[in-house]
């Protein structure tokens, strides 16, 4: 499984990307992988304020519908709208064409909260062990 090294990531297998006070957050490798085929996306609304660790978004694939929760917290600047029309962008790109939000961050310090690359690496490999 890809984990991205600047990335910080969730036990629910949420990512996340900071830069300048903005959060870019999408699912991981590994949520999209056991999520099958994903077939429709919930966006949260631009102007929304999210609380870390709550959710945020939802996901509906051919094997299940799942929550996604905000790995920080702050307000919704900008969805993903490509994902509208085609939700598997996030079962082919999940780290890059799959994003789903950008937040403006309330606290940046709630990174400490999140595993880091090498963390989230042993936390899959519980996981799977």
């Not at 978004?57 to 996604?68: F, G, L, Q, R, T």
């Not at 709208?81 to 789903?100: A, E, M, Q, T, V």
Request: with cysteine; aromatic share 10%; glycine share 6%.
């Amino acid at each position: 499984m890809e984990v991205v090294e600047h990335f910080y990531y969730t036990k629910e297998h949420e990512w996340v990307s900071v830069e300048d006070n903005v959060a870019t957050i999408g699912i991981t490798e590994y949520a999209q992988s056991a999520l099958g085929d994903i077939t429709f996306i919930e966006l949260p609304e631009i102007g929304t304020e999210v609380e870390q660790f709550e959710q945020f978004a939802s996901v509906e694939s051919v094997k299940a519908a799942s929550d996604i929760f905000s790995p920080m917290s702050g307000r919704v600047i900008e969805v993903n709208k490509k994902l509208d029309g085609n939700p598997g962008l996030i079962n082919r790109s999940c780290f890059d064409k799959g994003w789903i939000a950008k937040i403006e961050l309330s606290d940046p310090e709630e990174k400490s909260n999140l595993m880091n690359a090498q963390e989230y690496q042993k936390f899959l490999e519980g996981l799977e062990g």
